[in-house]
């Protein structure tokens, strides 16, 4: 019980850290993170059949989610939810046998480049992923009737272990890459389980994960990727180390602006080889202590996504990516191989609280201690500007009054939207400067067509709409949207007030809202868009049958039982 309070008040203390900012009211709006009061449920959101299924089934599931809570609320629930759950699952999962060991393990998962970057782009959804893993590998264990102590389960505890499992899994799988990465974490652990268990995780996954793929095989987006993208979303060097050492200190994202500044130290390094030390002491712990071979399978893993990651940083990997992006549909998940370091970071949390306490043990009880506090704090002394909202970057604010304006014009309406000048993220003077991700795809009650170029540096990486391609084409000719026959206009003002949209552009549209941010116009020769899932009923279908799941095992796991305590939850 003291190993359990003291983890949980270690997971509740970091979440502060890090979201101290949040406690003012607003939105966090980075990157790709933009909660807006109250998503709608359309069916473009549950089932798009324009674009790629990127956000398939996450914005379903944010929604679903707003019809209990409002915007504001889901997202910090949500955020501080992922520390929490990163530091307690890291923290249940290592085979300590001491309470330094067990935090240790917590605090090395829930302050990491991994998180730091990819919370600073924005990419809540994938982060879900990285705070489920500890708890997936976990259930794995309770699968194959094993748990870190090696004691068997019981069936009751075995169905608990496959509800937590299927759970776990959903919630990576709320994003493409999460359940890709979650079902290849299950499959490898599960190799060698008895085979009616392994068909009915197997079988699970499938189910969880059809939402994404069904969504990829029905888009009219197509499942080809622009190969430009690789170059684009390759792994970055943060410091003298390089791209590789970046990766082994789980960074190296793409985007330099979403890296904390401390990555850039000249110490930065110096951190990561202490702690890679560390690490090499602690996998033969690891190896010795989980069962069923689960620390190798684990290092396999690792290893697996590291070398995914480091592939694009040489140029025999880059070209063997684009080949494959080029040529397989659905590759694309490839171009931003960075985020596949998500299991090794959980190994190296693992493995550096195991070599922690092995280092203890050897040089003595005053000594060992002194070593075990100085670990604890390694990480957050060598990242310490994640610390308040990554040193104020995520910071709340407020939407301006236009768009609940434009909102209220358009919640009686029919139509589609299209969102200009064309442009997927947006630098809002009242956002700080921050970019962020077009809010009005899902701040809007009607579709809307937002552009799906991404431009990288000095690098195009194409789009997937063809609609978007030929409303393009129109506006570089200077030709009225008018022809397009789409109802709704939104002009969406540049920092200096200017529109950014010629005035041949517009012509021919009545002009319906003038605001200080947004400039709304309505299209009298615009079309009714399409109010039913039509070709998105199969992917609808299939986020009822992963919703199905999930509820099942919820309440298989809500369900009172009796079981028996396992060597573990007696020593906690």
């Known amino acids: 019980m003291r190993h359990r309070v003291a983890l949980h008040l270690a997971a509740v203390t970091m979440a502060i ?63 501080v939810g992922i520390v929490w759950a990163a530091v307690v699952g890291a923290g249940r999962l290592v085979p300590g046998r001491r309470l330094a060991t067990v935090l240790i393990a917590g605090v090395c998962y829930g302050w990491t480049p991994f998180l730091a970057e990819r919370l600073l782009i924005g990419q809540w959804g994938l982060l879900l992923a990285y705070a489920a893993l500890p708890w997936l590998v976990r259930a794995a264990l309770g699968v194959r009737q094993a748990y870190p102590s090696g004691e068997d389960l019981s069936l009751p505890q075995g169905r608990r272990a496959m509800a937590g499992l299927l759970l776990a899994a959903g919630v990576s799988a709320l994003t493409p890459t999460g359940g890709l990465i979650a079902a290849a974490v299950c499959l490898v652990l599960l190799i060698g389980a008895p085979w009616r268990r392994f068909a009915a995780v197997a079988a699970g996954l499938a189910v969880l994960n059809s939402p994404w793929l069904v969504a990829a095989l029905t888009t009219g987006a197509g499942t080809r990727s622009d190969p430009d993208g690789v170059a684009a979303f390759a792994a970055r060097a943060e410091n003298w180390s390089g791209p590789l050492g970046a990766l082994l200190a789980t960074g190296g994202i793409w985007n330099a602006d979403t890296t904390p500044a401390s990555r850039g130290s000249v110490a930065a390094p110096l951190v990561t080889l202490a702690l890679l030390v560390l690490a090499a002491g602690g996998y033969a712990v690891l190896r010795r202590r989980l069962p069923e071979h689960a620390g190798t399978r684990l290092g396999v893993i ?60 050897r040089i003595g009880e005053l000594p060992g201690r002194v070593a075990l506090a100085g670990v604890l704090l390694l990480p957050v002394v060598g990242m310490a500007d994640l610390a308040y909202g990554a040193s104020g970057a995520l910071r709340p604010v407020h939407y301006p009054a236009d768009w609940a304006a434009v909102e209220s014009i358009l919640d009686a309406q029919s139509g589609e939207v299209l969102s200009l000048p064309l442009s997927e993220y947006r630098r809002y003077p009242w956002n700080r400067g921050r970019v962020v991700i077009d809010p009005a795809p899902r701040y809007l009650p009607l579709p809307v067509l937002t552009d799906d170029v991404l431009v990288v540096g000095p690098i195009v990486v194409a789009g997937e709409n063809p609609r978007l391609a030929e409303v393009r084409r129109s506006i570089g000719a200077g030709e009225p949207l008018a022809a397009t026959g789409i109802r709704w206009l939104l002009v969406q003002h540049r920092p200096a007030g200017d529109t950014g949209v010629a005035g041949s552009v517009l012509s021919g549209l009545e002009l319906r809202y003038a605001g200080e941010y947004l400039t709304l116009y309505r299209n009298p020769q615009g079309g009714a868009a399409a109010s039913g899932p039509g070709a998105g009923l199969p992917v609808i279908a299939a986020e009822a049958a992963a919703l199905a799941v999930l509820a099942i095992s919820a309440a298989a796991l809500a369900w009172p039982g009796r079981r028996r305590r396992t060597a573990e939850e007696r020593r906690a």
């Not at 996450?58 to 929604?63: G, I, T």
């Not at 989610?65 to 997202?75: D, F, H, I, M, R």
């Not at 063997?320 to 190296?348: S, T």
């Open 17 to 79: 850290l890090v979201f101290a900012p949040l406690l003012a009211p607003g939105y966090v709006l980075s990157y790709d993170m933009n909660f807006v009061p109250d998503q709608p449920m359309r069916w473009d959101l549950l089932a798009p059949v324009d674009t790629a299924p990127r956000a398939v089934p996450l914005d379903a599931a944010v929604s679903l989610a707003n019809l209990v809570l409002p915007g504001w609320l889901l997202q910090r629930v949500v955020l």
């Open 302 to 361: 690792g290893l697996a996504g590291l070398v995914i990651a480091a592939l694009a940083t040489v140029p025999p990997g880059a070209a063997l990516l684009r080949w494959l992006i080029d040529w397989a549909p659905g590759a694309g998940l490839l171009r931003d191989g960075q985020k596949f370091v998500l299991p090794y970071a959980l190994l190296l949390a693992l493995c550096v609280a195991l070599g922690a306490e092995r280092l203890a043990a």
